[in-house]
């Protein structure tokens, strides 16, 4: 047997080591378990985190300067190294415009090593603006790389547009990793009245907008039976408890959960999953749902339709509009033969296409053709 080839992994939005919890640093981790499974050694490379949310220029250029200096000091470092300990391919997940990577092509073309992404977004009205300097890192990242990794439809078109001849767009669909879901303790109890769940931080912008959403369509629901549990926290918690104020005898309340089991005993204990979905890239919790065989109710904002098939594993519906939202909420709570329908395709649509051992191939089969050039 061969020695897993060394690969240098960089999340510049957030590093998989990061403290607080959020899809991102999710499939982080769920990116470095399939390049193991794949047959490679991932490494962090870098903890430099390169976002800026509020558009600052002088951050940007400052940011750019410290990874330079990274760049130099990793190149230094790898050089050092005996010939096969050197990482064969430099794997960046999440570029964009808030969060580029000034690292990755730098290392990448002073190696000789092929340079992949992971989740790429191009944006070009961003080309001008607070975030110019941001966009000319990011634009630079994948116009560099030999390969990215389409994560969403949403994306695809934006980076064919732009492709250089010579890469290669990969699809690589949202997975998850069902082995981190230890059973739950106790097996779930029925109940009366359809128990619907959100699993969501609690933050002002596109968090609290979904919660407002989600509360307008079910203050639209009260004649019908169902109640609502609630996972998250935030800084948001008081306004988002406000919006559910009327509603209150109805909805739990269970902070942030860390614990998986105590997660996955809410997942299969509700009949649905409800979330609004507003400006989501995808949405983890969304696959996390169906892989406890629970459907889904989201609204179809950018890469959602990836990860929820509407009308088989769950249903999508006009993004932010309240009440197509409550129009199809008040559907499925009528017909809980169709909820346990679409929780049974759910749970066959995870662990048939979106696993870990399914995404691992993927990423072996791409990666295998760059990587074999690199030290032959």
């Known amino acids: ?18 403290p ?14 399939a390049l193991d499974r794949a047959g490679y050694a991932p490494t962090l490379a870098s903890e430099l985190r390169t976002l800026d949310k509020a558009g600052d220029p002088q951050r940007q250029a400052i940011i750019r300067q410290q990874s330079r200096e990274e760049a130099s000091h990793l190149i230094a470092h790898y050089r050092a190294l005996p010939e096969k300990s050197r990482p ?3 794997f960046t997940y999440h570029v964009y415009y808030k969060a580029p990577d000034w690292i990755g092509p730098q290392v990448a073309q002073a ?17 001008h603006g607070p975030w110019s300097l941001g966009h000319e890192g990011a634009e630079t990242a994948l116009d560099c790389a030999d390969a ?17 001849q010579r890469q290669v767009l990969v699809d690589l669909p949202p997975f998850l990793d069902t082995q ?12 009366s009245e359809p128990r619907l769940l959100t699993v969501a931080m609690m933050r002002k912008g596109d968090k609290l907008a979904s919660y407002g959403i989600l509360a307008a369509a079910l203050e639209r629901l009260r004649h019908l039976p169902w109640s609502l549990d609630i996972v998250g926290d935030g800084d948001a918690r008081e306004e988002i408890v406000q919006l559910f104020a009327s509603l209150a005898d109805r909805v739990r309340y269970h902070g942030q959960i860390e614990n998986r089991a105590d997660l996955r005993a809410l997942y299969e204990r509700a009949d649905l999953f409800v979330w609004p979905a507003v400006n989501e890239a995808y949405g983890m919790v969304l696959l996390e749902a169906q892989a406890m065989g629970c459907p889904v109710l989201a609204g179809a904002y950018g890469g959602v339709a990836s990860v929820v098939k509407h009308g088989e594993t769950g249903v999508l519906t006009t993004p932010g509009d309240i009440a197509a939202f409550a129009d199809a909420l008040s559907a499925l709570l009528q017909d809980r033969n169709r ?4 929780g049974i395709h759910a749970l066959r649509f995870i662990r048939e296409e979106r696993d870990l051992d399914h ?3 993927r990423l072996r089969n791409a990666l295998e053709p760059l990587t074999a050039r690199v030290g032959a």
Request: glycine residues 2%; positive net charge; hydrophobic residues 45%.
């Open 1 to 18: 047997m061969t020695d897993a080839r060394p690969v240098a992994f960089y999340a510049p939005l957030k590093s998989p080591n990061h």
């Open 20 to 33: 607080l919890p959020s899809g991102d640093r999710t499939m982080a981790r769920l990116l470095v378990k």
């Open 88 to 90: 064969c391919l430099w």
């Open 111 to 127: 190696l000789t090593i092929p340079y992949v992404v992971a989740e790429g977004s191009r944006a070009a009205k961003r080309a």
């Open 148 to 164: 990215i990794f389409v994560m969403t439809a949403h994306d695809r078109q934006a980076l064919e547009a732009a492709r250089p």
């Open 180 to 191: 981190d879901w230890p059973a739950p303790s106790t097996p779930p109890l029925p109940a």
């Open 339 to 342: 909820l346990r329908s679409l």
């Open 359 to 361: 995404a691992a191939l």
